[in-house]
T-cell receptor
Framework: EAAVTQSPRNKVTVTGGNVTLSCRQTNSHNYMYWYRQDTGHGLRLIHYSYGAGNLQIGDVPDGYKATRTTQEDFFLLLELASPSQTSLYFC?????????????FGSGTRLTVL | GDSVTQTEGLVTVTEGLPVKLNCTYQTTYLTIAFFWYVQYLNEAPQVLLRSSTDNKRTEHQGFHATLHKSSSSFHLQKSSAQLSDSALYYCALSTNAYKVIFGKGTHLHVLP
């Protein structure tokens, strides 16, 4: 089974702060994703990547940067955090990009911006 | 645009009774697959069911769903709900364009 590990588990920062969320997958999956989960909105795609050095824009990218340094590691960067970015963030991976690909999620990072 | 609609934010059912979670979709893509993901409290979402075949019933862990392209639906059903089924359920649509589209989720609350 796919293993996706996120860190930190919880993070509190202040408005304007700089935050980096980390994600590592150990199953040689090609695709990695960052989602945010909010009540009433479900899961929304922020950024995704299909390999090291690649970055694609998702549906709610404003205020977020991402970087895929290796096949295993995908980072989400909030350079000027705002209270609207308080959310539960999930990283996910999948083997490829096909219509039947299953997403494997990490345990999530709960971010609070004061 | 492409979308997935889950009409109920919360479904409450008594243990032992049947339950149905609704899911409808809109898409312009021809090659598509459908998923139900389940998220238990304080856990990550995980896949429950997936299907890409029209009118074929798919089953897992007592749940079943049938993709009906004629009505653009992929409802999730179970004949006898268990307390352990209480969770957040997401219906999702996957295309070969690039992304997975999630519905807003339905909380299932099973009462003793």
């Amino acid at each position: 089974e796919a293993a996706v590990t996120q860190s930190p588990r919880n993070k509190v920062t202040v408005t304007g702060g700089n935050v980096t969320l980390s994600c590592r997958q150990t199953n040689s999956h090609n695709y990695m994703y960052w989602y945010r989960q909010d009540t009433g909105h479900g899961l929304r795609l922020i950024h995704y990547s299909y390999g090291a050095g690649n970055l694609q824009i998702g549906d709610v990218p404003d205020g977020y940067k991402a970087t895929r340094t290796t096949q295993e590691d995908f980072f989400l960067l909030l350079e000027l955090a705002s209270p609207s970015q308080t959310s539960l963030y999930f990283c996910a991976s999948s083997e490829g990009w096909g219509s039947a690909e299953t997403l494997y999620f990490g345990s999530g990072t709960r971010l609070t911006v004061l | 645009g492409d979308s997935v609609t889950q009409t109920e934010g919360l479904v409450t059912v008594t243990e032992g009774l049947p339950v149905k979670l609704n899911c409808t979709y809109q898409t312009t893509y021809l090659t598509i697959a459908f998923f139900w993901y389940v998220q238990y409290l304080n856990e990550a979402p995980q896949v429950l069911l997936r299907s890409s075949t029209d009118n074929k019933r798919t089953e897992h862990q007592g749940f079943h769903a049938t993709l009906h392209k004629s009505s653009s639906s992929f409802h999730l059903q179970k004949s006898s709900a268990q307390l352990s089924d209480s969770a957040l359920y997401y219906c999702a649509l996957s295309t070969n364009a690039y992304k997975v589209i999630f519905g807003k989720g339905t909380h299932l609350h099973v009462l003793p």
